[in-house]
């Protein structure tokens, strides 16, 4: 599964970097930088600390991914559990402001990859284009949290969503605990 996600990012950003290399060609004059200077477009490919993080312990991003990637669980669980009664016209609608919510609140730092693929498959084609250095700058370690922090976010926030919410909700109708409230009411009878 893991790998199908990040080959088709990677297979998006050489799509998009194919279609759009006039573009590029246009704003850098040719000369690929990834950060710090006002023509680097390492950036839109994947995502990089903001500049105040250099300061900040390497941890930040990785709580900042695990935290935004949590959420995002606990809102997909939330939202298309049928037992919420959520209506199915609802369910994109509400997954996408989460994903906004989740932006507004968390991109300040890393960006909001909130998703390995989003962030590891773009990286990977962007090394073939501006070098190592997307591994590298400005920390060794930054690259990491988009790929590791998600996949421990997504499950927390999953078992947050079942421990919370999910375990105390009854069943549908059609259930076994249906089929013992019938019961009950015949014996009482």
Same mark, same amino acid.
């Given at each position: 599964? %893991?790998?199908?996600?990040? #080959? ?16 590029? $060609? $246009?704003?850098? $004059?040719?000369?690929? &930088? ?5 023509? &680097? ?5 994947? &995502?990089?600390?903001? =500049? ?9 991003? %990785? ?9 995002? +669980?606990?809102?997909?669980? @939330? ?18 402001? &989460? ?10 730092? @890393? ?10 498959? =773009? ?21 990491? #949290? =988009? ?8 499950? +927390?926030?999953?078992?947050?969503? %079942? ?5 105390? @909700? =009854?069943?549908k109708s059609g259930d076994i605990y249906?089929?013992?409230? $019938?019961?009950?009411?015949?014996? #009482?009878?």
């Open positions: 599964y %893991y790998f199908f996600q990040f #080959a088709g990012s990677f297979i998006g950003a050489a799509a998009m970097y194919g279609f759009y290399t006039p573009l590029f $060609n $246009n704003f850098d $004059n040719g000369t690929r &930088s990834i950060l710090g200077l006002t023509t &680097s477009s390492g950036s839109v490919f994947c &995502s990089y600390p903001a =500049p105040h993080l250099g300061k900040a312990p390497t941890m930040v991003p %990785y709580v900042d991914q695990f935290v935004g990637t949590a959420v995002l +669980a606990f809102m997909v669980c @939330l939202v298309y559990d049928e037992r919420n009664e959520i209506p199915k016209y609802l369910q994109p609608l509400m997954v996408g402001l &989460s994903v906004i919510m989740i932006g507004t609140c968390f991109a300040v730092n @890393l960006g909001y990859p909130i998703n390995p693929a989003r962030d590891f498959g =773009p990286r990977l084609f962007s090394a073939l284009v501006y070098g190592s250095g997307v591994f590298t700058t400005p920390n060794p370690y930054f690259w990491m #949290a =988009p790929i590791i922090a998600p996949m421990f976010g997504a499950p +927390a926030g999953g078992w947050i969503y %079942y421990l919370v919410f999910g375990f105390h @909700l =009854p069943k249906r089929i013992i409230e $019938n019961y009950e009411m015949k014996e #009482a009878k």
